[in-house]
């Protein structure tokens, strides 16, 4: 090989490697982790993060769409929630519009029944190896980033797990997004029910931004179910600690 191939050839391999760290840089994403390696840092830092928030005040939206017996109903209220660490959730709602039993029998049911399952034990619900397993489903790349994505499968049949598909940040090793059904049935009237969740970063933290579930019901009904997440306001939090993150 000439001088003048070789200084070309390697002129190109610093252009490409340039090239490579500036796209990684901008996108934020590294060489995809070992699988093990990701569920351990998605632990570590789901726990930090937890420990760090103390305190927030937001506003959801709920919106039930139903078409079965009866017709069609709609039911929507607007709740304010202000959350204390380590498990205290208070609900205030602010509006209501639409089916009564609705909002009496069905979304007023799901605000309890969230205030329930903080209060019930954190590890009995927690994303981690103790109640799922993990199976690696590929790696994608999006405009905020790389995405690892896996298959839970519950370990024990708890209405408060779920059986699917997690999207986990390359960076923070935070869930943005969740497609999946529950571990358990909610109801013996319910025929199937699937979730989509997305999560929205905000400071060092993410948090909820859309739930989507959809039920169908052994007499062919259907329910849909928005619950929209805005307004957060992070009220007590010390900065996460990064010592000791992989």
């Not at 019930?120 to 799922?132: I, V």
Request: include cysteine.
């Amino acid at each position: 090989m000439s001088a003048a191939l070789r200084i070309g050839v390697g002129s190109a391999l610093v252009l490409l490697l340039c090239v490579t760290m500036e796209a990684q840089e901008r996108t934020g994403t590294t060489a995809p982790l070992p699988p093990e390696q990701v569920i351990r840092n998605l632990q570590q830092h789901n726990a930090q993060r937890a420990a760090a928030l103390e305190g927030f005040t937001g506003t959801r939206s709920y919106r039930l769409d139903y078409q079965g017996v009866g017709g069609e109903h709609v039911a929507e209220i607007t709740v304010s929630v202000v959350y204390t660490a380590p498990n205290k959730k208070q609900f205030t709602i602010e509006a209501e519009k639409g089916s009564k039993a609705l909002i009496d029998h069905v979304l007023k049911k799901l605000l309890e029944s969230e205030q329930e399952a903080d209060k019930q034990n954190q590890k009995q619900m927690a994303l981690s190896t103790e109640n799922y397993n993990f199976s690696a489903a590929g790696y994608e790349e999006s405009p905020q980033g790389g995405r690892y994505v896996f298959k839970l499968t519950p370990k024990t049949e708890n209405k408060f797990l779920y059986s699917g598909k997690i999207w986990i940040d390359a960076q923070d090793f935070a869930v943005v997004r969740i497609a999946a059904e529950p571990a358990k049935n909610p109801s013996i009237w319910v025929k199937k029910t699937n979730i989509a969740h997305t999560y929205t970063h905000l400071g060092e933290f993410w948090l909820p931004m859309e739930n989507h579930t959809e039920s169908l019901t052994r007499f062919g009904g259907r329910a849909v179910l928005t619950i929209e997440y805005r307004d957060y306001k992070i009220t007590s939090a010390p900065v996460v600690a990064s010592a000791g993150m992989p």
